[in-house]
């Protein structure tokens, strides 16, 4: 089995900064790409930003959070991370975990974190 456990969602003002992690654990072989996505209530789930490679080469953001939110990923603890700074209104939404990877088995699929709630309010 393979968990994804997401923190350090909360509630900010506009302007302000928070940081997501999340920790991927389970039964794994190997990591291939890991990512964020939000959805906003209404709206269809969308890529924030996501990382691929063990050398962090691959990186794409979406471009409403370019210069705004930087993806991290540690391979030795399985996380990535994603430092939302300048958040805006719009920014408010349930931020998910994704990773593509493949098990013990070797078989390779997506996994999803249970979601953590980004509100930005003043």
């Known amino acids: 089995q393979v968990q994804l456990v997401e923190s350090g969602g909360g509630l900010v003002q506009p302007g302000g900064s928070l940081k997501l992690s999340c920790v991927v654990s389970?039964?794994?072989?190997?990591?291939?790409?890991m990512g964020w996505y939000r959805q906003a209530p209404g709206k269809q789930r969308e890529l924030v930003a996501s990382?691929?490679?063990?050398?962090?080469?691959?990186?794409n953001y979406a471009d409403s959070v370019k210069g705004r939110f930087t993806i991290s990923r540690d391979n030795a603890k399985n996380t990535v991370y994603l430092q939302m700074n300048s958040l805006k209104l719009e920014d408010a939404a349930a931020y998910y975990c994704n990773a593509r990877l493949a098990t013990l088995n070797r078989s390779i699929g997506d996994y999803w974190g249970q979601g953590t709630q980004v509100t930005v309010s003043s």
């Open positions: 990382i691929t490679g063990s050398d962090f080469r691959n990186i």
């Open positions: 389970g039964n794994i072989f190997r990591i291939y790409t």
